[in-house]
């Protein structure tokens, strides 16, 4: 019966796929996946595996020994997400070890990340997802890969799913550096009433629930969260911003088939003070927290609904999830002031309006080949982006001035991918894969030049070997390749919109390669430590275009690293972490501006000691440090580094209600979140000047949260 099932679901997604992307590559596509499927027959009636492994949770990780495929793979447990202050939500990606997250503008606006020696901008080559669908954007009106992880509510997350590098079948677009996958709650053991009042204007409200909501003859529940915002910041331009942010979840089934519908609404509004030149400061024409265009800012709206599934009969197990979703944002920024238009300045508006569907099956079987013990997992995932509108237009004081480029794109991705998981002995374990991915897309642009479409495909094998464990012990290779997508204008452009020159036209998918070697042990007793050396090579570079706001593709790069992870509990109630990330980035093609990639941080380190349950207290102390990095490609211009501690004391009056205080930057430090090197042109000034801008970190702020359960 469920081979019938799997059957229809499989030639249903075959038909949808075909009319979806109306290409003979596409159905090679669901043929490539198909043929997985009959691979893995040989295990369907093989003898069923229990997959009962022990996993020894040392605090905040899950990332014991003979849990991963690598030494850099593991899972954040809400044990960190409980215990770790966050002055924004998208700071959830910095529970990755050797994840740095930043803001460059307001807080309704995507957050700046940096891994591995990238300053991944928004989100490129570093893939999320949330309850299944992805927050990624390919082809956004304001940076490629997009992620705005302002709609996320930390207290819903179950699980955090982290990998780093090219390794794995499972990940597609975004993913070179780096994934993320933040699973919700299906049902939380108690409601919550949340209350949070801090300085700068900080409140912020909480409410959610899990009561009981049975459908036919199953068990089911409804998980409802309401969140409402508001925050000034400490800018002399107060940031206004607002957020409300809806969650339904409906869960229903059976142990053996499972079922989730969730919808998700929010809505951002603020003002930004983005970036500012470092000599407006020095000369005294602002303060650390002055803004150069007071009327910066934007407005963002999410609208989502998915559907996810979980079966399991005997050793197969088949996961769905299927989502639709409807984006809109307005971003206002001025990084350049009055050097393009001295009368009117340089503002510009970054628009994006589009709707995003997805599917994306997963099959695994579990069985046995020969005497070994054998998994093979197979998936497809389709995606399509309606984009109607994703425009460029110059703007005073929000109102339009001008449109510099103003498009339409339908965008579609298909990826499929088999990987197969083989116990070769008690001490040698492979995981081999390969995923193909496809892309086209059509562009209608304003100027006839630009307008066209784009075809192209990527092959990626991966491979695994782990060996051990030996005494606690584990060791690992890994070889793998993937890729990140361009913006689907550029793949099309043959006229700069501005100039009227010719330019040329970007690739669609630039191939990445990746090679790690790490271990991790447990083999001194409550010390979890995993160390690993990673390389990663780049056929295009995307870098920040300050004086545009956008990035563009440039020469290819590698990076080399090392990077070492510590959870140790040396008393009950004592749980340190410690987290060291080393990096070095280059291009590899000769330009005489220089060899040093922009913005690529060297040295990422996190330190944390939590106290857990001493009477009534608990708390966290936490450090972050990002080193310098050059700002332009010679290296004569470099950022100063960043340090910053945060700390969180919980007192429990009960087993209801419990009151924590926040202090962000504990020291009051005066530092960057981020730093460029660009011309801009002040008001008065006579000609452009070559300047670091930047953007401060908040100064020390406290937060006191009252929390109930019921």
């Not at 271990?519 to 545009?548: K, M, P």
């Not at 910053?644 to 005066?670: C, E, G, H, I, P």
Request: glycine content about 8%; some cysteine.
């Amino acid at each position: 019966m469920y081979a019938k099932i799997t059957f229809s679901l499989t030639r249903s997604i075959r038909t949808f796929t075909e009319n979806i992307l109306m290409q003979s590559w596409t159905l090679r596509c669901a043929l490539f996946c198909a043929s997985a499927y009959a691979a893995s027959a040989a295990f369907a009636d093989g003898p069923h595996v229990e997959r009962t492994d022990a996993v020894e949770v040392i605090g905040h990780y899950e990332n014991a020994v003979g849990t991963s495929d690598t030494a850099s793979q593991g899972y954040i447990t809400p044990k960190l997400i409980e215990a770790r202050p966050l002055l924004r939500p998208g700071e959830v990606l910095e529970y990755v070890p050797g994840v740095i997250v930043t803001q460059h503008s307001g807080d309704g606006k995507a957050n700046q990340f940096f891994l591995r020696g990238f300053n991944l901008d928004h989100g490129t080559d570093f893939a999320t997802t949330v309850a299944g669908m992805p927050v990624n954007m390919p082809t956004h009106g304001h940076g490629q890969g997009y992620s705005d992880l302002n709609f996320l509510i930390p207290e819903l997350v179950s699980r955090i799913d982290y990998k780093k590098g090219p390794y794995f079948a499972t990940e597609g677009d975004f993913s070179s550096a780096g994934a993320a996958h933040f699973h919700y709650y299906d049902k939380l053991k108690e409601g919550l009433a949340q209350l949070t009042a801090g300085g700068f204007g900080y409140r912020r409200a909480l409410l959610a629930g899990s009561p009981q909501l049975t459908i036919g003859n199953g068990n089911g529940s409804l998980l409802y969260a309401l969140e409402l915002t508001g925050n000034n910041g400490p800018w002399d331009n107060p940031e206004h911003f607002g957020k409300q942010n809806l969650v339904l979840r409906h869960n229903f089934g059976s142990a053996d088939s499972s079922h989730s519908i969730t919808a998700m609404a929010y809505q951002g509004r603020w003002s930004a003070t983005d970036q500012i030149a470092r000599r407006a400061v020095d000369s005294g024409q602002l303060s650390r927290y002055g803004a150069l265009d007071p009327t910066d800012g934007g407005n963002s709206q999410r609208y989502s609904l998915s559907y996810e599934h979980a079966s399991t009969e005997r050793n197969r197990d088949f996961q769905l999830s299927a989502y639709a979703i409807r984006y809109r944002l307005q971003l206002f920024s001025n990084f350049t002031y009055f050097l393009n238009n001295p009368v009117n300045g340089d503002q510009f508006e970054q628009a994006d309006r589009r709707s995003v569907y997805g599917i994306t099956p997963t099959w695994m079987w579990t069985g046995k080949l020969g005497e070994r013990q054998s998994i093979v997992k197979a998936g497809l995932n389709l995606r399509r982006d309606n984009i109607d509108s994703v425009g460029l237009f110059n703007t005073m004081a929000r109102e339009r001035l001008a449109t510099v480029r103003a498009d339409s794109v339908r965008q579609t991705t298909a990826g499929a991918y088999v990987e197969h998981s083989l116990q070769w002995n008690d001490w040698l374990r492979s995981v081999t894969g390969a995923r193909a991915d496809f892309y086209r897309a059509e562009v209608a642009s304003d100027l006839a030049a630009n307008t066209g479409h784009t075809n192209d495909h990527q092959v990626s094998p991966k491979l695994n070997l782990i060996f051990g464990p030996f005494e606690e012990t584990e060791f690992f290779f890994s070889w793998g390749r993937g890729f990140h997508s361009n913006d689907a204008r550029g793949t099309t452009t043959r006229i700069d919109p501005v100039a009227l020159t010719p330019v040329a036209q970007s690739p669609a998918l630039v191939r990445t390669t990746g090679t790690e070697i790490g271990a991790r042990t447990e083999w001194i007793h409550n010390l979890q430590s995993s160390l690993s050396l990673w390389r990663l090579n780049l056929a295009s570079e995307l870098l920040f275009v300050g004086d545009a706001g956008t990035t563009t593709a440039t020469r290819p790069s590698a990076r080399r690293g090392i990077e070492w992870s510590n959870r140790y509990r040396p008393l009950p109630w004592l749980l340190l972490d410690a987290d060291l990330s080393l990096s070095r980035a280059r291009f590899t093609e000769f330009d005489p501006a220089g060899e040093h990639i922009p913005g690529a941080v060297n040295r990422v380190v996190s330190l944390g000691a939590s106290i857990d349950a001493i009477g009534p207290w608990s708390g966290m102390l936490q450090m972050r440090y990002f080193g310098p990095r050059p700002l332009i490609e010679d290296d004569s211009v470099r950022s100063q580094s960043t340090l910053m501690w945060n700390m969180r004391a919980t007192y429990r009056f009960d087993s209801k209600l419990k009151l924590s205080l926040d202090v962000l930057n504990l020291f009051n430090r005066q530092a960057s979140d981020i730093d460029y090197f660009y011309a801009s042109q002040l008001r008065g000034e006579a000609a452009a000047v070559n300047d670091v801008h930047f953007h401060p970190v908040e100064p020390r702020s406290l937060r006191l949260t009252l929390t109930a359960n019921f």
